[in-house]
């Protein structure tokens, strides 16, 4: 009887650890998931401030602004039904420029603009990330036509 | 001409496969000869992928652009030796290379299976041409690398330049051979359930086989790594991405599984364990190459998305994975399978250290996959971010090394006394807690990061090195301990590689900065000042060069001209990092772009002991093929016992 209560009590004792370990598992998981959203499904509210998530679009011809003494830059990105500003300090990546997909990191301040911790171009220049192409508006077709016309412009 | 021979031999390989599959369960029938049709066909697929692989070598180096694949990822300005690699840069060549590389360990395994019984060597093999036969009619299929173009483009698009480099030559083919390699492993699982019985000896035949691969995966994710490091710009070696992860969770896998097979090997323990986790290893790969392959992934290896390659793939590895487990299922509980043991003993440690791994290996595949899986549903978009990693995969980790440098003293020593191997434990224990206590005191940062990786990494270090030193004067003769070397190295790898990545991951600098010319920056003891900036022409890019003159402690040390360049014929940019390769340090500048009339932004981080990551690969690598080569005289393998 002694030796049954005992092993009640170890069983018992492993269950409760293995539970807080689960716990804190999902917990640190669900704490770095990462939303993401196109300029057109941000809506009031939805995260809270601060809330870091994961935007992305194309950037908007003639947006870049580019200031003259720091790293900063502004730009916009659209999905083609709606446009949000962006403002990041620091470099961008190689393959960043107007018209082409990007997919961003950071924060959205109650002043509208979405402030970036991290931007990514894709490693290719003919490559539109999946998440931005399914959000964008229009279809394919037209896509193709409006870069390449920015190519031309360029 | 070269092209259409490299198709037919495509196709002949493909038939050969066919012909292979077929001998066991219908040509045994029809003839007595079907053992020699098996074991011949076997080996003739490995030179029929080799040539058909020439073939696509020599359309490349001759600019066949009428091939679709050539032209797309080819120039005639390109270099000779990357129209080499280019060979293996896209979709269609790697998967050649995938085929290749199966079909060489297919002939390696069709020549050493020879002291296998005949009858389980045949079906090992014709499990063998079947994976064979799967890949060639992927490539055959979908990604035929001898498609020709509807009309001749006069040149090619050129190679993506990240992929215009030494790193990528290399980085692919060990990388497949480690992949690929698991194959032998998986078949010879399938076949031992087939027969419904796992022999101690087989598990010593089946060993080398994993411990190869398992240095080549090493090898392939260390050379990504250190590809990644030079070639991105961003000066990481590690980023958590679902195509690293792809290439780690097999690694994990097959770690578990070259500790299970020992005690196997030993004990005649953990066999229904050992072949689960080997079918799990080769369906790791087969997951990796489907995530890599696929395009649902955003990363440097995802080239055209074509989702019926995505479902080729998919449905291959659901055939294959789900018949083994099934078969699994069906006939493990068939083979007798000792499973009690002591708590004390070497097997119920391996299995902490098997737990500890596959947990592992499940946290990163829900980190990667369930993002994924959210996706396929259309019910969200997220990612998993990099914290996660580090705060369920580190903590996992630390028993883990912390048992990799103890274990294998504790039961190679001949004192079994248990009270004094308690003292033994507590004073080393204390004293390796002292020096790395002290020795912290030599960087210039102190956190508790850098206290536990400092005490695995002498942990480690002093109780093998002791055991080392010791075994050596007790027999007074250094071959004592050749019989465990590559075990030793492999751990000492594992030691140096944790204290490079504490200190690289602690104690690094990392500036993103507007410079002006001739200004100067510091950075811990150097000095940076930035001179000028050059044009300059390479053979199919211009690049613009920053010069960057480089002092310690007011000396002169060196030059450093990081690049940036513009490819012509893609019009991509890319950057071309400066680095100052040192054992305790490496410098490392890009440039970022213009910003005003001669100023730029820059990257400039100093990273210590950053070297040690891949040196410590690299020990594991080596540790890997001498445990081979120490084991093969006394292999003895064979259906005698």
């Given at each position: 009887m002694k030796k049954r209560t005992a092993r009640i009590y170890y069983i018992s004792a492993i269950l409760v650890l293995l539970s807080v370990l689960l716990f804190m598992f999902i917990k640190t998981f669900n704490d770095n998931l990462l939303f993401y959203r196109s300029p057109s499904q941000i809506t009031n509210a939805e995260f809270p401030e601060n809330y870091v998530f994961r935007v992305g679009g194309v950037v908007l011809d003639g947006s870049l602004i580019k200031s003259k003494n720091t790293m900063n830059v502004k730009f916009t990105i659209t999905d083609y039904e709606r446009n949000l500003d962006i403002s990041y300090t620091g470099i961008l990546p190689d393959l960043f420029r107007e018209g082409q997909g990007v997919v961003i990191r950071g924060k959205l301040a109650s002043d509208g603009i979405f402030y970036a911790e991290e931007v990514l171009a894709k490693h290719d220049e003919t490559y539109m990330p999946p998440e931005v192409l399914e959000s964008l508006k229009i279809d394919e077709t037209t896509l193709q036509k409006t870069t390449e016309s920015m190519k031309v412009y360029k | 001409m070269i092209a259409y021979i490299g198709s037919f031999l495509i196709l002949l390989a493909f038939l050969n496969a066919l012909l292979l599959i077929t001998s066991k369960p219908i040509l045994s029938k029809i003839t007595a000869d079907y053992e020699s049709i098996i074991l011949s066909s076997s080996k003739l697929l490995f030179p029929l992928t080799l040539f058909s692989f020439i073939c696509l070598i020599f359309s490349f180096l001759l600019d066949d652009f009428s091939l679709r694949y050539v032209s797309s990822n080819s120039n005639s300005l390109l270099p000779d030796h990357y129209k080499i690699s280019a060979t293996w840069a896209g979709h269609e060549g790697s998967m050649l290379l995938w085929c290749l590389v199966l079909s060489f360990w297919t002939f390696l395994a069709s020549i050493y299976s020879r002291n296998l019984e005949l009858d389980f060597r045949l079906n090992f093999l014709t499990i063998m041409g079947l994976l064979n036969l799967g890949f060639l009619a992927f490539l055959i299929f979908t990604s035929n690398?001898?498609?020709?173009?509807?009309?001749?483009?006069?040149?090619?698009?050129?190679?993506?330049?990240?992929?215009?480099?030494?790193?990528?030559?290399?980085?692919?083919?060990?990388?497949?051979?480690?992949?690929?390699?698991?194959?032998?492993?998986?078949?010879?699982?399938?076949?031992?359930?087939?027969?419904?019985?796992?022999?101690?000896?087989?598990?010593?035949?089946?060993?080398?086989?994993?411990?190869?691969?398992?240095?080549?995966?090493?090898?392939?994710?260390?050379?990504?790594s250190w590809w990644a490091y030079y070639e991105l710009g961003w000066g990481g070696w590690w980023f958590w991405d679902p195509v690293e992860n792809a290439s780690f969770m097999p690694w994990l896998i097959t770690t578990a599984l070259i500790h299970s097979l020992i005690t196997c090997e030993q004990k005649s323990m953990f066999k229904n364990w050992t072949i689960l986790l080997s079918i799990i290893a080769f369906s790791l790969s087969l997951l990796g190459t489907f995530l890599v392959r696929s395009g649902i992934l955003t990363s440097v290896h995802s080239f055209a998305n074509d989702p019926a390659r995505g479902a080729f793939i998919l449905l291959f590895l659901a055939i294959i994975t789900g018949a083994a487990l099934i078969l699994y299922l069906r006939n493990s509980s068939q083979m007798n399978d000792k499973t009690s043991f002591t708590f004390f003993s070497k097997e119920s440690f391996f299995l902490i250290n098997n737990i500890l791994l596959v947990t592992a290996t499940f946290t990163i595949l829900l980190g990667t996959m369930y993002p994924l899986v959210l996706d396929i549903f259309g019910l969200e978009k997220i990612s998993v971010g990099v914290p996660y990693y580090n705060a369920v995969f580190l903590p996992l980790m630390i028993p883990l090394v912390f048992l990799a440098g103890y274990i294998p003293i504790l039961f190679s020593s001949s004192n079994r006394n248990l009270k004094s191997q308690a003292k033994y434990f507590f004073i080393s224990f204390l004293i390796i807690i002292i020096i790395s206590f002290f020795s912290i005191s030599l960087f210039d940062e102190y956190n508790l990061s850098i206290f536990i990786g400092l005490f695995l990494f002498f942990w480690i270090l002093l109780n093998l090195v002791y055991e080392l030193i010791k075994k050596i004067i007790l027999t007074g003769n250094i071959k004592a301990i050749t019989q465990n070397i590559g075990m030793f190295m492999a751990h000492l790898g594992l030691a140096i590689f944790i204290l490079g990545a504490t200190m690289v991951e602690n104690s690094k600098t990392e500036?993103?900065?507007?410079?002006?010319?001739?200004?100067?920056?510091?950075?811990?003891?150097?000095?940076?000042?930035?001179?000028?900036?050059?044009?300059?022409?390479?053979?199919?890019?211009?690049?613009?060069?920053?010069?960057?003159?480089?002092?310690?402690?007011?000396?002169?040390?060196t030059d450093m001209y990081p690049e940036k360049r513009l490819y012509n014929s893609s019009e991509m940019p890319m950057t071309e990092a400066g680095i100052d390769p040192g054992f305790t340090r490496d410098l490392y500048i890009t440039m970022g772009t213009l910003i005003d009339q001669d100023k730029w932004s820059v990257r400039i981080y100093h990273k210590p002991l950053i070297r040690l990551i891949w040196i410590g690969a690299l020990m594991m690598v080596f540790g890997g093929i001498f445990s081979v080569l120490s084991k093969r005289k006394n292999i003895n393998i064979g259906y005698s016992s």
């Open positions: - | 690398p001898f498609e020709k173009n509807i009309s001749i483009p006069v040149d090619g698009k050129d190679l993506n330049p990240l992929l215009q480099d030494f790193g990528l030559i290399v980085h692919p083919p060990m990388l497949y051979m480690g992949y690929v390699g698991l194959s032998v492993v998986f078949s010879f699982a399938v076949t031992c359930l087939l027969q419904k019985d796992f022999k101690p000896e087989w598990a010593k035949w089946i060993r080398p086989w994993a411990l190869i691969s398992w240095s080549f995966l090493t090898l392939g994710i260390a050379l990504g500036k993103e900065i507007v410079v002006a010319v001739n200004e100067k920056l510091d950075i811990k003891n150097y000095t940076f000042q930035f001179m000028n900036i050059t044009e300059s022409e390479g053979p199919n890019y211009t690049a613009v060069i920053g010069h960057f003159k480089v002092y310690n402690n007011g000396e002169f040390l």
